[in-house]
């Protein structure tokens, strides 16, 4: 399986992050794609290639104009305040206020964010653009031909919405692949998002289509983040009706139950019929993740690359969440590695 | 004149404001109540008394019973999820999701926010009720026959919608004592508030009433907090239409523009013949202040205090913002100093 990876990434390291009522080390972090990369040498998977570059036009097919230019220009306008550090929001559009844009950094900040854990820094656009382009390029070679490949995408990409920030996500990977799969010959495509966390960027992005179906493996939103979106009534509206499918799980769910929701989830996108498959691998579901809630074991990632193997799809793997530094290699790649036994 | 004042504001000392990309010491301070008296004792221009306790009735008149005893439980949730140092919020209801209340305090802390720059604390509840308690022993005084009477609240309160916490403000002392005098024999009130910023969580509270009317001078919302709401078209809807009145200038606006800005407000609070005014007493309009960008002058508080006593109405005076922290006392002093010799 091919792996595209970009040392990009290393632009993008805030120096910290807002959580338990104060600036820590961020979760999410350069050493994670570092001790994935780490492993897939190890296991010998397959050759890492570079990104492509793509330009900002598949970006546009899904995010708004506006909230692009406000990414690019955002650390300017940070440091003409006379501001440094980090770009961290301090005000939102809250209840009952307007929707209009402000002027002043402040507020384009909190009119593009939808959470405060989420720093960027001056390197954040282009780490997150060459993100987007490692995600565009393992898309391609499946475009060309090849049954699977592997986007090792820093920063994230599924709590981006069409116009927000929020959650380590600035450009939605998995939206801006799929629709290039819409865009270049494929009728359908399946987003499936195993991440700890529920793809709020995803689901917004595709909430009234027909021909992207999101369904998403997660923890119940009144106990995990986003909180305010990822509950199963959620089901698209319009011609999206449907195709928007969440699996919202308590704390504590072990590998036994969650396999039951992936096993439901993989059912639907069989019958869906999809061109290809994209998946956002997070492995925060892992027992030891320090900022999630459920419990699966290192062989439980097989296990699952194996049930996602058995569709039989084309399939996009590109890395999301996980934060159990030490171990998110070996679980990003036990997905892979099981996949490609049952592929 | 007679000045209510509780030490419990001490009770409210939160580590550090998220500003500027860091948390640095917040700028509300107790040292700015600390100038405030010290200037009052100076200049002799009246008694300092303890508050009365009034319970939380006069709370629920303005504000929502959940949101109360959130404020009141969010201390207690924040330290059984093992967080500690002050209560921060990360995650909000943000544009197309929903408006469900979360189970985990991180998800509730986002819900009843409205901005991240104010962090609470173990002492923060009983701080912001013994503010109420302030405005509202003052407003009693004023009920009772005294002419004018001046609330030095700590934490302040015209950012506090009906369910919503942020800009320093909790409680919505103004809204809490303008609801006392309506259910307490008057048929009108009028909310002055001369704070550099625009208090959205006055206008919230009244915006679809007439009984109470709202009129802000402040720094436009295109370049200042809270940035989504200020705007001079929200003249309040229903009932209250017509009896919000909000006059945003840019950065830079001098005295001299600033008053004929007042003269118009006062203009329409004379027409509106309210059986009593309250003052939202912000002195951040300031040339010096650190965070806002008006160019008032000491002597200009003098001066408007006095266009203000020239009204000739029942006046009750609560402190709001001001972050210049040595030229608070004398600023705020000024007004009322002002406002006594006219009247």
């Known amino acids: 399986m091919l792996t595209v990876y970009s040392e990009d990434h290393y632009l ?22 570092e001790f994935v990369l780490d492993r897939l040498r190890e296991t010998d998977l397959g050759r890492v290639v570079d990104p492509e570059a793509f330009g900002e036009a598949p970006l546009e097919r899904v995010h708004d104009r506006g909230y692009l230019d406000f990414l690019k220009s955002a650390w300017r306008q940070w440091t003409e305040a006379g501001y440094g550090h980090q770009i961290l929001p301090t005000v939102w559009p809250a209840r009952r206020q307007r929707l209009r844009i402000p002027e002043h950094i402040d507020g384009k900040v909190g009119y593009y964010a939808l959470a405060a854990e989420t720093s960027m820094v001056e390197g954040t656009w282009r780490a997150a653009l060459s993100s987007a382009e490692v995600a565009l390029t393992a898309a391609k070679s499946i475009r060309d031909g090849q049954g699977a490949a592997f986007g090792l995408c820093r920063p994230p990409g599924h709590h981006a919405a069409k116009d927000m920030y929020g959650g380590y996500c600035f450009l939605n990977n998995a939206a801006i692949a799929a629709q290039y799969f819409l865009d270049n ?3 359908r495509v399946a987003i499936l998002d195993p991440d700890f966390h529920h793809g709020n960027g995803t689901q917004d992005i595709f909430y009234t289509r027909a021909d992207a179906f999101y369904l998403s493996l997660h923890g119940e939103p009144e106990n995990a983040f986003p909180h305010f979106v990822g509950y199963a009534d959620e089901i698209g509206e319009g011609d999206g009706e449907g195709f928007n499918a969440n699996y919202p799980m308590p704390p504590g769910t072990p590998f036994a139950v969650w396999r039951e929701a992936l096993a439901d989830a993989l059912e639907r996108i069989g019958r869906y019929g999809p061109d290809v498959l994209v998946i956002s691998l997070g492995v925060d579901t892992y027992e030891k993740d320090p900022i999630s809630f459920f419990k699966l ?21 590109l890395m999301e969440g996980g934060y159990a530094v030490e171990d998110v290699g070996v679980n990003t790649v036990n997905v892979l590695l099981g996949f490609a036994d049952q592929g």
């Open 185 to 187: 010959g494929a009728d």
């Open 297 to 317: 074991t290192q062989g439980d990632f097989k296990t699952y690359g194996g049930m996602i193997g058995a569709l039989g799809l084309p399939t996009l793997f």
């Open 12 to 33: 993008h390291q805030p120096e910290g992050e807002l959580y338990a009522g104060q600036l820590v080390p961020p979760f999410e972090c350069p050493k994670r794609v």
